[in-house]
């Protein structure tokens, strides 16, 4: 069974820029998670989708959104780039059904803006 | 919403010797703990996890307790090797709106001393 794909695997913008990165869950699984983790800050959750719907946001601003395909591939884009953007951004998949589930994580997107 | 505080954030330890990494969350209603590993350069792995109904569970060196009152959790790794050194995350999966959402701790950096 393929793992969680994350494409590119590396990026690196401009200030002002906009980007899209992708995320291809776990055959089967229906939710996608993407977290953005820099040095110190840990794991932050920007956002969950499950079956085409955003159903979880964390507290990032209007630049941040995504969207969830309905083969489960999801899309996280970042518009207006800022030097705080730079991550490494990682998405989680897992069933998403209303009983708890292991989530498995894409290797990344590491983002560098400059 | 849910929020979980981890500490230390760094720990050395002698090979050999115990560690253990200590979590607390704030939403009684979180019913799923899992323990991420992430080695340096690589996508965190869950390693171990816990459901509410259990107050302890053992894999081989690593353990997990839960105390449900106190609303903390611990995971503790015996007999360290160096290959235990990473990053180790603790998450609390609970109920917001009605869906299940994972929120990290901020991470504990373990080094493993030969």
């Known amino acids: 069974k393929a793992g969680v794909t994350q494409t590119p695997r590396y990026l690196i913008k401009t200030r002002g820029q906009q980007v899209t990165l992708s995320c291809s869950p776990i055959?089967?699984?229906?939710?996608v998670s993407w977290y953005q983790q820099t040095p110190g800050q840990g794991l932050q959750f920007l956002f969950e989708?499950?079956?085409?719907?955003?159903?979880n946001k964390g507290n990032f601003p209007g630049r941040f959104s995504g969207r969830q395909f309905s083969n489960s591939r999801s899309e996280m884009n970042v518009s207006t780039l800022e030097l705080g953007d730079s991550a490494l951004y990682l998405c989680?998949?897992?069933?998403?059904?209303?009983?708890?589930?292991?989530?498995?994580f894409g290797q990344g997107t590491r983002l560098t803006v400059v | 919403g849910e929020n979980v505080e981890q500490h230390p954030s760094t720990l050395s330890v002698q090979e050999g010797d115990s560690a253990v990494i200590k979590c607390t969350y704030s939403?009684?209603?979180?019913?799923?703990f899992p323990w991420y590993k992430q080695e340096l350069g690589k996508r965190p792995q869950l390693i171990i996890d816990?459901?509410?109904?259990?107050g302890e569970k053992k894999d081989q060196r690593i353990a997990v307790t839960l105390n449900k009152t106190a609303k903390h959790f611990s995971l503790h790794i015996t007999e360290t090797q160096p290959e235990d050194s990473a990053v180790y995350f603790c998450?609390?999966?609970?109920?917001?709106?009605?869906?299940?959402?994972?929120?990290f701790g901020i991470g504990t950096k373990l080094q493993v001393i030969p």
């Open positions: 989680a998949s897992s069933l998403g059904g209303r009983t708890v589930a292991e989530a498995f």
């Open positions: 055959s089967g699984h229906r939710s």
């Open positions: 989708y499950f079956s085409e719907t955003q159903r």
């Open positions: 939403d009684s209603a979180s019913n799923y």
């Open positions: 816990i459901r509410s109904n259990v």
């Open positions: 998450a609390a999966k609970g109920r917001a709106g009605g869906y299940q959402k994972v929120t």
